[in-house]
């Protein structure tokens, strides 16, 4: 257990965070962040590991940033206590990260959501980035990553209105991988990652890195990041097994 934050090994290579700080429905302070910061660093090198799913609970994902910690703050305070450090181990995180959205995902919330490669959210679930409606705007990817989901004129709507939107709304434009009843959405996002940890780890990886880096390549440099990644697996154990096994018609052992 971290600050605001247990983490449970379910075996198989899968680890469950789930953010504990149900009081102010999962707020982001700056112990949370920096527990979850710690906590994907060391489980990026932990080779155990193979895919983490992150939930806040069955009712609230996080409702956001701590506005008591913030409200009295200076221009040049928000600089010097800029958490984007404390993001940086989440986003170079190496490995799947599988979100399980139940309730409220507002704000910082909604940027953590953005930071996974998989969301399943509940029916009841709630995107949105709110902090138009406090005075100031999105500082964790908010502004990028939403528009790279769903589209400028989506993006813009939830940006400059501050409105969230409903699970399905969110699956519609992208923002979310799959909806499923608020009781299944952990169940779901267990299964996904158990059947993921299963998978070659270095072509897991290897198609994690291309898919966000080439994201923000021109379209050709992006192809040639991909043919050089797909060519080197060809070194690996995982592929000869798992065409040996293609071949053989039976179930491949993946190291």
Excluded at 22 to 34: D, G, K, M
Excluded at 176 to 194: H, P
Aim: net charge neutral; aromatic share 4%.
């Amino acid at each position: 257990m971290a600050a605001g934050l247990l983490v449970s090994d379910k075996g198989g290579g899968v680890v469950v965070l789930t953010l504990n700080r149900p009081e102010v429905r999962n707020a982001l302070n700056l112990e949370l962040r920096r527990s979850l910061a710690d906590t994907f660093s060391q489980l990026a090198g932990n080779d155990a590991v193979r895919c983490i799913v992150i939930t806040g609970g069955p009712e609230v994902f996080a409702a956001g940033a701590d506005i008591r910690a913030m409200v009295s703050q200076t221009a040049n305070e928000a600089a010097a206590n800029s958490t984007a450090p404390l993001w940086k181990p989440i986003r170079e995180f190496p490995k799947p990260i599988i979100a399980a959205v139940s309730g409220y995902a507002l704000g910082g919330g909604c940027e953590l959501a953005m930071h996974c490669d998989i969301i399943v959210a509940g029916r009841g679930a709630r995107f949105g980035q709110p902090e138009i409606r406090v005075g100031i705007m999105p500082g964790a990817g908010g502004t990028q990553r939403l528009v790279r989901a769903v589209g400028k004129f989506k993006a813009m709507r939830m940006l400059l209105l501050g409105e969230p939107i409903t699970a399905d709304e969110a699956e519609r434009a992208g923002l979310v991988s799959e909806v499923v009843g608020d009781a299944e959405v952990l169940d779901r996002a267990l299964a996904l990652a158990t059947t993921v940890a299963a998978l070659p780890v270095q072509a897991l990886r290897r198609i994690k890195q291309v898919v966000l880096a080439g994201s923000d390549l021109p379209l050709d440099a992006a192809l040639v990041l991909e043919s050089q990644s797909m060519q080197l697996l060809f070194g690996t154990h995982d592929q000869r097994e798992g065409m040996a096994a293609f071949m053989e018609k039976r179930k491949p052992v993946f190291e």
